[in-house]
């Protein structure tokens, strides 16, 4: 019998060499990918800062514009405290045409059309009239044109209220158009010179705002302002429009190295022009 003839296979592995390459080629692939991975998540976390950082700021300059709209005319005023900007308003809580108001004598009454905005029981100082800075903040509290004190509202009878003061009240003239403003105290809107906006309420009428702005009831609304670029201006009223005001600050991003000093942080400028919608 033919003795078969016996086939060898010979079996082959890696060698070190190419086991090394695999190895270098698989490393540079990974560095590749881990940076596309990182810049692609980068730019997730950059865009997310930024809408953040645009979110913080609209929401700051439309609570400011919003409290200019509803000022008292002629409350809106620039000031310093401190080095710092700040603008102060004269918040109106409602509006109504009046009947009866004590002009010329003194009175714990006035008697308006029915109020809209306000229940019966709140109350709210009373403004007549108001047509200039000085006739809103007087020298130790309100001016002329503004109430000492508060005034309570009354029920309806007959489409009318009675606004009741807690003490005896005068105002020097009457209003053309026979209109009262009800009014809460001042409010403030200033940077702190740290990059913080804060807005500051019930601290009185005064003829200079700037050393009663509280520390406990003020409010904290964007953390991350370029220090120093808050800017208010007021443009007095014309025969063909109401007063504005223009309003400018900027937010500012820390760099990745944290570095918050302006020079290399991201910045976003905000610009606003609102009017004033109130006439006395």
């Known amino acids: 019998m033919t003795a078969q003839p016996r086939i ?6 890696f060698t070190l060499i190419e086991m ?7 490393g540079i ?11 692609y998540v980068q730019g997730w976390v950059d865009t997310g800062a930024r809408a953040t950082l645009s979110s913080a700021a609209y929401v700051a300059s439309e609570q400011m514009s919003r409290d200019i709209r509803r000022a008292l005319p002629n409350s809106v005023r620039a000031f310093n405290d401190g080095g710092n900007a700040c ?41 007549v ?17 503004v109430s000492d004190a508060t005034a309570v509202l009354g029920a309806v009878s ?4 009675t606004l009741t003061f807690s003490s005896l009240e005068s105002f020097p003239y009457h209003s053309p158009a026979r209109r009262l403003y009800l009014v809460d105290t001042p409010i403030a809107w200033c940077e702190d010179g740290a990059g913080r906006l804060w807005r500051y309420a019930n601290y009185g009428f005064a003829l200079n705002s700037a050393a009663l702005l509280p520390t406990t009831d003020a409010s904290l609304l ?5 220090p120093g670029s808050l800017r208010f201006e007021v443009a007095a009223a014309q025969l063909q429009r109401n007063a504005i005001v223009h309003l400018e600050f900027r937010t500012l991003r820390a760099r990745r190295d944290g570095n918050t000093d302006g020079n290399g942080g991201e910045q976003m400028i905000i610009n606003r022009e609102v009017q004033l919608l109130n006439v006395p």
């Open 20 to 26: 090394i390459m695999v190895i270098v080629i698989l």
């Open 29 to 39: 692939i990974s560095l590749i990918s881990m940076r596309f991975v990182g810049l």
């Open 158 to 161: 007959n489409n009318t209220q």
């Open 87 to 127: 603008l102060e308003l004269v918040p109106i809580r409602a509006m109504a045409d009046y009947l009866s108001l004590p002009v010329g004598e003194s009175s714990t009454e006035a008697d308006v059309v029915v109020v809209q905005g306000m229940g019966v029981g709140d109350s709210a100082y009373v403004a």
């Open 222 to 226: 964007v953390d991350n302002l370029l």
């Open 129 to 145: 009239y108001p047509t200039s800075i000085a006739a809103v903040y007087g020298a130790s509290g309100s001016g002329p044109s």
């Open 8 to 13: 060898v296979t010979a079996q082959r592995g």
